[in-house]
């Protein structure tokens, strides 16, 4: 019999593959044995070969490139280098990235903690002037307190607030390769080569607002307008920044010893006693 007899049969089979896991696929030595064995098909191995071949690569899964709207954001964590009162150090630096306008924003931290990741973004959004509408984050402990057997996440104390101050929507994943990935490793390499000195970490990020947009006048491949005229777009789709701002630190009840020492994170501080 024919092989376009047969066509049906065998497409429904290759259809079904995709969702299988590859070693449960059928080969084309596997097809061939059942159209012999259920079908009664008299032709050759080889007539099979050139039926299922474009037929499989046609039933590969594709990708589509991303599309970035204006007006959303992506936030992730680097690290970088310093000299700090004349020791060279690494520094966490969170990088909130624009993916429409490729704009992007760095601030250093002594340690990538849940304050700076709430803090990062709370001084982006006065930099860019506006909330974005969205910001995805891998799924870190600094942000997810707990994801329960739905899929759903339970946002720790600190980054509910920043989401409830700053009504953005959030979203939770594996990390990936999307735009702020590649910017994790493109703007520490900008902005901290040669490796900056200061007397503390507050002044890397007091850099001078030239260097801190040094690509404004470059033009992104396929789009039009430079880097430091698209944020414009991006900003009128932001949504508007709070009134009050909002304090990114960790707030919790204390008590002080009789040496004038509070405990918090298994370090003592001094106080006043008064």
């Known amino acids: 019999m024919p092989i376009h007899t047969h066509a049906g049969f065998m497409d429904e089979i290759l259809k079904a ?3 299988e896991q590859k070693k449960r696929r059928h080969t084309i030595l596997r097809l061939f044995e059942r159209l012999l064995d259920e079908r009664g ?3 050759g191995q080889t007539t099979v070969r050139d039926h299922v071949r474009p037929r499989r690569l046609s039933l590969e899964e594709g990708f589509v490139p991303p599309a970035h709207p204006p007006g959303h954001a992506q936030a992730d964590f680097g ?4 000299v700090l009162g004349g020791v060279r150090r690494k520094v966490h630096v969170p990088v909130v990235d ?3 306008s490729d704009a992007i924003f760095l601030k250093a931290y002594h340690a990538e903690t849940a304050e700076a990741l709430c803090d990062g973004p709370v001084s982006a959004f006065d930099v860019f002037g506006g909330v974005p509408l969205s910001i995805p984050y891998d799924d870190t402990k600094l ?3 707990k994801i329960p057997g739905d899929g759903t996440r339970v946002r720790g104390t600190q980054f509910a607030g920043l989401q409830s101050h700053h009504p953005f929507h959030d979203r939770f994943g594996r990390p990936g390769n999307g735009n702020v990935e590649a910017m994790v490793g493109f703007g520490p390499r900008i902005f901290t080569v040669p490796i900056p000195e200061a007397p503390d970490i507050d002044a ?3 850099m001078p607002p030239e260097r801190r947009h040094a690509r404004q006048d470059a033009i992104l491949r396929g789009a039009e307008g430079t ?3 698209r944020p414009a777009v991006d900003r009128a789709a932001f949504s508007a920044l709070p009134q009050t701002p909002f304090d990114a ?7 002080v010893s009789s040496q004038a020492l509070v405990r918090c994170k298994t370090t003592d501080h001094s106080v006043p006693v008064a």
């Open 143 to 145: 942000a997810v307190a």
């Open 98 to 100: 624009l993916p429409w």
């Open 41 to 43: 098909f008299d032709g």
């Open 79 to 82: 690290e970088a280098w310093a």
């Open 204 to 206: 890397p990020n007091a």
């Open 249 to 255: 630190c960790d707030k919790r009840p204390g008590k």
């Open 227 to 229: 880097i430091g005229e």
């Open 17 to 19: 593959d995709p969702t």
